[in-house]
């Protein structure tokens, strides 16, 4: 299996949600995803992926400014936030 085929697989398997900050024409929605942004993860990096608990709402894992093509790395963080998530229902 590809390591793409595999975090295509992980992300299936998840609810995923976005925060658009970067698109001019959604202005003022722009600025109020920004504070949210600041507000819920104290950063405005872009990209920023974040796993977040859906049942606690706390932070699991981050992806913080880096590009999510690096598959490995980003399969990593997947996998990452998975096993806290997991360890955190037992």
Not at 71 to 85: G, R
């Given at each position: 299996?590809?390591?793409?085929?595999?975090?295509?697989?992980?992300?299936?398997?998840?609810?995923?949600?976005?925060?658009?900050?970067?698109?001019?024409?959604?202005?003022?929605?722009?600025?109020?995803?920004r504070?949210?942004?600041?507000?819920?993860?104290?950063?405005?990096?872009?990209?920023?992926?974040?796993?977040?608990?859906?049942?606690?709402?706390?932070?699991?894992?981050?992806?913080?400014?880096?590009d999510?093509?690096?598959?490995?790395?980003?399969?990593?963080?997947?996998?990452?936030?998975?096993?806290?998530?997991?360890?955190?229902?037992?």
């Amino acid at each position: 299996i590809s390591r793409s085929s595999a975090v295509r697989r992980v992300l299936e398997g998840l609810e995923l949600g976005q925060i658009w900050i970067g698109d001019a024409t959604i202005a003022p929605l722009d600025e109020q995803q920004r504070d949210r942004m600041l507000d819920q993860f104290g950063s405005e990096a872009v990209p920023l992926h974040v796993m977040i608990d859906p049942v606690s709402g706390l932070e699991l894992a981050r992806f913080d400014g880096n590009d999510p093509r690096e598959v490995e790395a980003y399969l990593e963080f997947l996998n990452e936030a998975l096993e806290v998530f997991r360890k955190g229902r037992k």
